[in-house]
């Protein structure tokens, strides 16, 4: 029981760290779209990532609530 939770607790930790890494991500593309717009490849991307993040926040809600 002590080892799910310390798995868990881990899980929780590296989805934090990616959520974290994505969100740097999207706010960079943010900040170079202002001024140069954004490419259809961008785009796509950038909506990849926004359903990873909400993937990932949907999975710690989960998580979390399990310990």
Not at 8 to 26: G, M, N, S
Not at 52 to 62: F, H, R, S, T
Request: no cysteine; aromatic share 4%; proline share 0%.
């Amino acid at each position: 029981m002590l080892r799910d939770r310390s798995e868990t607790a881990e899980t929780i930790h590296r989805l934090k760290e990616e959520i974290d890494k994505l969100t740097e991500q999207q706010t960079e593309a943010l900040k170079t779209a202002t001024y140069l717009g954004m490419t259809t490849d961008e785009a796509k991307e950038y909506e990849q990532r926004r359903e990873k993040i909400l993937g990932y926040v949907d999975d710690l809600k989960i998580l979390e609530e399990s310990l």
